[in-house]
């Protein structure tokens, strides 16, 4: 996929007209698609051939808006980069008859059927199962559902889905239990995911029954559940909890309805706060106060949310219900730069972070606002800064609970007692059974242990000590993820640089071997790069993104590795297969460019 976006970026000198570009991937190749956006209808010109086994030119100058010069860096082909491991699995993919088409040619092969093709029927599944429920139907312009009961013969027609959805995941682990899905790469966390996302979504259709059903079959591995856990123990009593994606959403989840663990606390996803039914939903069956509901959310939702830099405080209840009481003809909304947000007893001001805001952040304000004796914790500190709440937070643990006022020190006591927690279950077996999502975990751990204030020295000295003890480097090597060597190494290196010189030290035989056998035929390539980037932080001592604001000094002793790197960066580099990925040829050039300001030269 990125050889086919790096050509249509060297050949699209300008921006769609009232249309968006897109990809399509098909059995007859790889399309350019444009989407209308006054029309709803979407055009395609073929842009790679098989026959050809190569790209073919294409004319789209109908389609385009000769007054705009596109950039290369235009957001449309970036983010359907983010897409490039989902195209490069799928069949086929990217436009609106992908699942019924792969579909269609797997079950060709039946019944020899490999455990990818088991995971792309799963997948196309349950993107057919999505268009049930929502009650999408093809050349007929999409209205959003809400939380509503709907038609029988639909819920069967869902349920008949989602049921061999499942059968397909439960395949592939009889087959495989080391099978390692797309994106989620540890199977049992995906097919838990998997059942909650469907008692989810039969909640929203009001199907309690079959919902319970699904629940029963949902399992998450004890680390999973004690992961879990350990977020909801540091949130205070009936408070919310905003989190972000699948896997620190759907366990908690799980250990809630189906362990009877702090049950209390209101869980919020604020990736499905854009929706209508999960915002209604939620507001239904948590008894909460809110101005948006889903009979006025349309107003947010239907239009972008542009900030208005340089406008007055106003305060968000009031300017909120005014928004959606209006109706005005334009396709865009200018929203104030501030607002004033009665809080725990004091005003607090929120100031928007970016160009643009979310609606979803509209949906969380809201909460704040007409939930005033509240507390809010927060899965993220980034949903805290995309507020405009930078510093109006404690640790807590695996969390950030929200302050009504901005504070200098972010621990308290009971930041510490939290930390303990964490660092209890804190092992290198606990982080291997944790697989990827160990990162989130560990990095929360030793994010909240360097930043504890001075007056806690003691009590970060003594966790600092027991870390080292419960997670030995050797068996952080021994894991093989180089994400999470980088994290505990930038603990070390800001609290005790000798550890940092030892765990560079023993690091060092596995991290040569790894670059030694990077190459650009790698199925795995992406995360080839990941992991000398991830290298080079670690032994540099410094992100490249942030190594032009900070004077590095190497020591001899680390100079072999990023030596290492230089040399096979150069090498990639020479490589023509680069030319052809343009995404990958920046991030050589950025570690190139790191790399040379670096003085390596061997004393």
């Not at 009481?325 to 947000?341: K, N």
Request: hydrophobic share 40%; net charge negative; proline share 3%.
């Amino acid at each position: 996929m990125e050889e086919v976006l790096t050509f249509l970026n060297q050949q699209l000198e300008y921006e769609c007209n009232d249309c968006a570009y897109g990809v399509a991937k098909k059995q007859t190749g790889y399309y350019l698609t444009m989407y209308n956006y006054s029309t709803k209808k979407t055009e395609e010109v073929p842009i790679w051939k098989p026959e050809l086994n190569g790209f073919t030119a294409f004319d789209i100058d109908d389609y385009v808006d000769l007054t705009k010069v596109r950039s290369a860096n235009s957001s449309d082909l970036n983010n359907l980069y983010n897409f490039r491991a989902k195209y490069d699995f799928m069949l086929v993919f990217g436009y609106e008859e992908w699942a019924a088409d792969a579909i269609k040619i797997i079950s060709s092969y039946a019944p020899f059927l490999s455990n990818e093709d088991r995971e792309i029927m799963a997948r196309a599944n349950g993107d057919l199962a999505l268009n049930i429920i929502e009650n999408r139907i093809s050349g007929k312009e999409f209205l959003p559902r809400k939380y509503a009961k709907i038609k029988q013969e639909r819920v069967d027609l869902f349920m008949d889905k989602i049921n061999l959805i499942m059968d397909f995941w439960t395949e592939i682990k009889k087959d495989d239990e080391s099978y390692r899905p797309l994106i989620i790469s540890e199977l049992n966390l995906k097919i838990g995911n998997e059942y909650m996302h469907y008692y989810n979504l039969l909640i929203s259709i009001k199907e309690e029954k079959l919902a319970d059903d699904f629940l029963k079959r949902a399992y998450f591995s004890p680390s999973q559940v004690q992961s879990a856990k350990n977020l909801l123990y540091g949130c205070p009593e009936k408070s919310f909890l905003f989190t972000q994606g699948d896997s620190d959403t759907f366990p908690l989840w799980y250990v809630q309805k189906k362990l009877d663990y702090r049950k209390d606390v209101i869980v919020l996803n604020t990736s499905l706060l854009y929706t209508h039914w999960y915002v209604q939903m939620n507001k239904e069956r948590r008894q909460y106060t809110s101005i948006i509901d889903q009979k006025n959310y349309g107003k947010l939702l239907n239009k972008g949310q542009y900030i208005d830099r340089g406008s007055q405080v106003e305060p968000f209840s009031q300017w909120l219900t005014n928004k959606l009481t209006l109706t005005d003809s334009l396709s865009y909304s200018l929203v104030p730069e501030s607002f004033m947000i009665p809080f725990q007893g004091s005003n607090l001001e929120i100031k928007l972070k970016g160009p643009s805001v979310g609606q979803n952040a509209f949906v969380m304000l809201d909460l704040i606002a007409s939930n005033p004796d509240r507390e809010f914790n927060f899965a993220s500190p980034f949903q805290l800064y995309s507020l405009g709440l930078v510093n109006n937070y404690l640790s807590r643990g695996k969390s950030f609970l929200m302050t009504n006022t901005p504070i200098s020190q972010h621990s308290d006591q009971e930041s510490i007692d939290l930390l303990d927690n964490l660092l209890f279950y804190m092992d290198y077996k606990y982080l291997a059974s944790l697989n990827n999502t160990a990162s989130s975990e560990l990095n929360l751990l030793t994010y909240g242990i360097a930043e504890l204030a001075n007056t806690f020295d003691t009590d970060r000295e003594r966790m600092l000590q027991k870390f080292i003890k419960q997670v030995p480097t050797s068996s952080l090597i021994e894991i093989g993820n180089f994400g999470h060597l980088e994290i505990v190494n930038s603990l070390y290196a800001d609290q005790l640089p000798y550890q940092s010189q030892l765990l560079k030290k023993e690091l060092k035989t596995a991290a040569l071997d790894r670059i030694k056998k990077i190459t650009s035929l790698n199925k795995t390539f992406d995360q080839d790069i990941s992991d000398m980037e991830e290298l080079f932080s670690i032994y540099a001592g410094v992100r490249i993104q942030w190594l032009q604001y900070e004077e590095v000094v190497i020591k001899n002793a680390d100079k072999d590795v990023l030596i290492a790197i230089k040399e096979k960066v150069d090498s990639l580099q020479e490589n023509p297969v680069m030319l052809q990925r343009e995404w990958t040829h920046l991030k050589l050039v950025a570690m190139k460019v790191a790399l040379d300001g670096l003085d390596l030269s061997q004393e």
